[in-house]
């Protein structure tokens, strides 16, 4: 079963771009939708009832028709659009029919049909499927998700959910969608070419198709362009936000496996302005490869952007804290094709990415996880904190940039603290290739150099020891680099994103870390008896501590302490105050703790007690040092001095602390 969204257990923490888009006002339910009036809704509910208790819950189809409700909340089930009449035989009618969200509804899942307020939901526990399985033969989940658009078998609906801002009022950020999986959708006729999960039309002249879309999972869908979801914005504006969305299994005959922003224009300007946080696309596809000719439109196994047409078309991605993983095409851009206007004349269009990982991808051609094209039109590509790995391409197996042999080409590349290592490109170009672009690359991390035809400022070339793939806290699965990473540490603070991809504020160590993720500075480490003077003879109680104010774990380190000639070794013993699987328990002599294991944001401790010898010198007093160190070359090491307190004629302090200490040349009365 596909579990991988995570609503209300994610470490993200809230960037300035959230704060600054209104329509994601959070509450502990989803995004927020004030003024509401509030129906409920179930598989088995009917249209006539009124929907204002779980035992008078409306149909879905009942509740989308009545205008009463302006905000739904849907039972855990499966609702299709349609029941066909004959589901051996369903008609293109049938197929026609959609989950129609009108412009300023919220539709809500997540319900087991017992809550009273939207926060008590839990959309990972009470699974809410939109499908359109509408035959009953797709090979499905036990919740009933089609995982993979392979598994879509006979005809089933063409579109599951549909938002048309055509009509004269406006699809805003007041229309919802949350806590939802949306699957099944098959949009593969020439009719019906786009959006197999969702198609939002904000085609033409004052129209608009620009959602609030959270908390949502989008498997199994196709369609020629678009496979889940498709936002047209031609002559008029497709502006969606998407906010903790997984995207997974769905494929595209032509361009974006999960998603299109199209700007088609003609006689109008469009525009589109997509902006994803948080966001994991995984396993989708593009299935065919086109001729030239298409070349700017074909490709993108994640995601496609279309601007085209001589309506100076503009489009705007911005994407942050996502996860890109095994998307594929045939043609170019395994995860993102980024397709500029052929023409001149066109507004500027931009590309921005902050904190994502595009790990695993593949294209057939060109841009193993990204490729941006364009022509004689302005485009520009910023990237800040990115990890490209394992990507592969005929050319550019992790970047490739393309003025599609343009005598004026008007693209540029900034890249900063970015990491590009291990892409493979059997042509040319392992990290980035490029035609006709202009890049700026600084404080990054890129195998093999600078890349040809760049302006470059501190490089980095050594390995960054990048782990596996993994769930290293937050929304999405990360590449975390390992201890001695020449990532950590590396980065331009002025140009380091503020926190990480899991939310982790940067620096952690003495600057930001170069990539996605931020490790953390290297473990601390402490030493202190409490006392700036000892005794003869006193037993001092050192604690020892190493912390760690980092995301990565330090295994397989060795702790240990020295043993000053003002100490009795024999006597020493010590014991870890941490629990027993991260030290060892206790030992004597001095400090040597051999097994110490350092969990992310953790602490280990160790209580030393070393008596003070009576013979002791009197010279040097009493310094204690500890060191911590591993295969890695951890290297920490701190200190405790202690001055001998009292004198071979007689004199002492007043206290084992030091406290109204007398001068030893004073007499005591």
């Known amino acids: 079963m596909l579990h991988e969204t995570r609503f209300h257990h994610s470490i993200l923490r809230p960037r300035p771009l959230l704060l600054l888009l209104g329509m994601l006002v959070m509450s502990g339910g989803g995004i927020a939708s004030a003024d509401a009036a509030t129906c409920r809704v179930s598989t088995s509910g009917s249209a006539a009832s009124d929907g204002s208790s779980w035992l008078a819950a409306k149909s879905l189809q009942g509740a989308l028709a ?45 319900f087991a049909g017992t809550e009273v307020t939207r926060a008590q939901r839990d959309p990972d526990l009470h699974r809410t499927i939109l499908s359109g399985d509408i035959d009953g033969n797709d090979s499905v989940d036990a919740d009933g998700v089609t995982a993979d658009a392979d598994d879509i078998v006979g005809d089933n609906s063409y579109h599951v959910v549909m938002m048309d801002g055509t009509t004269g009022t406006p699809i805003g950020p007041d229309t919802v969608l949350d806590g939802l999986t949306i699957t099944a959708g098959s949009a593969q006729t020439s009719q019906q070419w ?64 999960g998603l299109v922003a199209d700007v088609a224009s003609g006689t109008d300007p469009g525009q589109s302005r997509v902006t994803i946080v948080a ?10 490869a086109r001729g030239p000719a298409e070349y700017a439109r074909n490709g993108g196994g994640a995601i496609a952007t279309l601007a085209r047409g001589t309506g100076l078309p503009e489009v705007h991605l911005s994407i942050t804290d996502s996860s890109f993983v095994n998307n594929t095409s045939p043609a170019q851009g395994g995860a993102l094709l980024f397709a500029c206007p052929t023409f001149g004349g066109s507004p500027m269009s931009t590309l921005t990415l902050s904190d994502v990982t595009f790990a695993s991808n593949h294209a057939e051609y060109n841009g193993g996880a990204i490729a941006v094209a364009g022509k004689a039109s302005p485009l520009a590509a910023t990237l800040r904190n990115v990890t490209f790995a394992d990507n592969t391409a005929d050319n550019g197996g992790g970047l490739m940039i393309d003025g599609m ?30 035609r ?46 390992a201890p001695g990473s020449a990532a950590i540490d590396a980065g331009n603070d002025a ?30 480490l402490s030493v202190s008896d409490g006392n700036d003077y000892a005794r003869y003879g006193q037993t001092l109680q050192y604690v020892v501590t190493l912390h760690n104010p980092g995301s990565a774990s330090f295994n397989g380190i060795t702790v240990a302490g020295n043993v000053p000639a003002q100490l009795d070794a024999a006597a020493m013993h010590w014991t870890c105050l941490s629990a027993a699987a991260l030290c060892t328990d206790s030992g004597n002599g001095p400090l040597g703790d051999a097994a110490v294991n350092l969990p992310p944001f953790g602490s280990i401790s160790w209580m030393v007690s070393a008596p003070v010898r ?54 005591r009365y």
């Not at 693209?411 to 392992?430: E, V, Y």
């Open 405 to 434: 042999g343009s005598s004026d080409p008007q693209l540029t590349l900034d890249m900063h603290n970015t990491i590009l290592w291990g892409n493979i490109a059997t042509n040319s170009g392992s990290q980035i290739a490029n």
């Open 436 to 481: 006709e672009f202009t890049a700026t690359i600084e404080h990054s991390l890129i195998q093999g150099g600078c890349p040809g035809g760049a302006s470059c400022s501190v490089i980095v070339t050594s390995d960054p020891l990048l782990g596996s793939l993994a769930d290293n806290g937050g929304f999405t699965r990360t590449l975390l680099p």
């Open 614 to 667: 009576t013979d002791a010198s009197e010279s040097g007093g009493i310094r204690y040092q500890v060191t911590a160190d591993s295969t890695n070359g951890l290297g920490q090491q701190a200190s405790d001095t202690d001055t001998l307190g009292l004198f071979r004629d007689g004199f002492d302090v007043s206290g084992a602390n030091g406290t109204n200490a007398l001068d030893a040349n004073v007499p």
């Open 66 to 110: 009545d205008t009463t409700c302006t905000e739904l909340w849907l039972k855990a089930g499966v609702y299709l659009p349609v029941v066909p009449a004959d589901p051996g035989h369903v008609t293109d009618t049938e197929r026609d029919i959609s989950f129609d969200i009108r412009p300023g509804l919220a539709v809500y899942g997540g």
């Open 194 to 257: 786009g959006g197999g999960g969702l198609f939002c039309d904000g085609s033409g002249a004052g129209s608009k198709c620009s959602p609030s879309l959270g908390n949502l999972r989008f498997v199994g869908n196709q369609a020629y362009y678009g496979g889940a979801m498709y936002f047209s914005g031609g002559d008029g504006e497709a502006s969606p936000t998407l906010l903790r969305v997984v995207v997974r299994g769905n494929a595209a005959s032509d361009a974006g496996g």
């Open 279 to 288: 966001a994991r696309f995984i396993d989708n596809r593009t299935r065919y």
């Open 495 to 524: 140009s380091c994103t503020a926190q990480d991809q899991r939310g982790i504020q940067r620096p952690q160590g003495w600057h930001c870390d170069i990539g996605a993720v931020e490790v953390g500075g290297q473990p601390v």
